[in-house]
Nanobody
Framework: VQLQASGGGLVQAGGSLRLSCAAS????????MGWYRQTTGKQRELVAV???????NYADSVKGRFTISKDNAKNTVYLQMNSLKPEDTAIYYC???????????WGQGTQVTVSS
């Protein structure tokens, strides 16, 4: 299983970006999909997660601004990011927790830079 993330870039504060992460390979069942972010010198932190049943959870810092969604048929997860702030600047990583084949998979990371 491989994850391919895309959609990062440079945007001004207040702007929007949409991240995508598609999984390839033979996948029978996904437990959850999520987005994490990391800045230099800090631990990777959860941004948003969506379960197979559609339950979502967000970091307090992004609630009301970011929306996570998924396309089961495409094994793809999205992160719509609105009202971006400079403090959202980070490398964003997608993560899939898969039941079959069992594993915890990470994408390669995509840079999001928000200028003030």
């Amino acid at each position: 299983v491989q994850l391919q993330a895309s959609g990062g870039g440079l945007v001004q504060a207040g702007g929007s970006l949409r991240l995508s992460c598609a999984a390839s390979g033979i996948i029978f069942s996904i437990s959850a999909m999520g987005w994490y972010r990391q800045t230099t010198g800090k631990q990777r932190e959860l941004v948003a997660v969506i379960t197979s049943g559609g339950t979502t959870n967000y970091a307090d810092s992004v609630k009301g601004r970011f929306t996570i969604s998924k396309d089961n048929a495409k094994n793809t997860v999205y992160l719509q990011m609105n009202s971006l702030k400079p403090e959202d600047t980070a490398i964003y990583y997608c993560n899939f927790v898969i039941r079959v084949p069992r594993g915890d998979y990470w994408g390669q990371g995509t840079q999001v830079t928000v200028s003030s």
